[in-house]
């Protein structure tokens, strides 16, 4: 256990045992926060700054305090013989969501509809990412995002259409441009 204010500035914080909650953290421009460890103390990732749960791979990164996002969110998901994993920020306190999220997919099998990853935990949420960048997907299919700032879960969805007919009273039907709907 480690009890002193940290500033991270530049390189990576691998955290593999416990920062107690005297230990508020900080993630400055060109510094990147991981590991597989616990962080007790109020932690910020500032504008230039990253947060990467796991080691170099799929991690959980425990928050035992408010974790506040204005940097970057780097976070990995596998499926391997459709065996789903991914790397999850728990946090016991606040979360705060801002700055980018950028998902890459690194597990060997392509993603499939209905596939979900719950990349967040979290006792309450307050605000959302500004930019999300997730991995590309087989024709037919698009991401649903609209449970992330909520609940922390992407998922893949079908892609499908919706088309509008009318019928006119002359008998002559016209419709509508597709538009896509989840």
Same mark, same amino acid.
């Given at each position: 256990?480690?009890?002193?204010?940290?500033?991270?500035? @530049?390189?990576?914080?691998?955290?593999?045992?416990?920062?107690?909650?005297?230990?508020?953290?900080?993630?400055?421009? #060109?510094?990147?926060? &991981?590991?597989? #460890?616990?962080?007790?103390?109020?932690?910020?990732? @500032?504008?230039?700054? /990253? *947060?990467?749960? =796991? $080691?170099? &791979?799929?991690?959980? *990164?425990?928050?035992?305090?408010?974790?506040?996002?204005?940097?970057?969110?780097?976070?990995?998901?596998?499926?391997?013989?459709?065996?789903?994993?991914?790397?999850?920020?728990?946090?016991? =306190?606040?979360?705060?969501?801002? &700055? +980018?999220?950028?998902? /890459?997919?690194? %597990?060997?099998?392509?993603?499939? +509809?209905?596939?979900?990853?719950?990349?967040? $935990?979290? %006792?309450?949420?307050?605000? &959302?990412?500004?930019?999300?960048?997730?991995?590309? *997907?087989?024709?037919?299919?698009?991401?649903?995002?609209?449970?992330?700032?909520?609940?922390?879960?992407?998922?893949?969805?079908?892609?499908?259409?919706? *088309?509008?007919?009318? +019928?006119?009273?002359?008998? +002559?039907?016209? =419709? /509508?441009?597709? @538009?896509?709907?989840?």
């Amino acid at each position: 256990t480690f009890a002193k204010p940290v500033t991270v500035s @530049q390189g990576t914080l691998l955290v593999g045992g416990s920062l107690a909650s005297g230990s508020t953290v900080t993630v400055a421009s #060109g510094g990147t926060l &991981g590991g597989t #460890g616990n962080v007790n103390g109020l932690t910020v990732v @500032q504008n230039g700054g /990253t *947060l990467a749960p =796991g $080691n170099f &791979g799929i991690g959980t *990164l425990t928050f035992g305090s408010t974790l506040a996002l204005s940097g970057s969110t780097v976070m990995e998901i596998s499926r391997n013989a459709g065996v789903r994993t991914n790397d999850v920020a728990t946090v016991s =306190g606040i979360l705060y969501l801002g &700055g +980018a999220l950028v998902v /890459t997919n690194i %597990g060997p099998d392509l993603l499939a +509809a209905g596939d979900s990853f719950k990349l967040f $935990n979290a %006792g309450t949420w307050n605000g &959302g990412f500004t930019n999300i960048t997730l991995p590309p *997907l087989a024709t037919g299919l698009t991401w649903n995002t609209n449970l992330l700032n909520a609940s922390g879960k992407i998922a893949v969805s079908n892609l499908t259409y919706i *088309l509008t007919y009318t +019928a006119g009273a002359n008998g +002559a039907i016209s =419709g /509508t441009s597709p @538009q896509m709907g989840i």
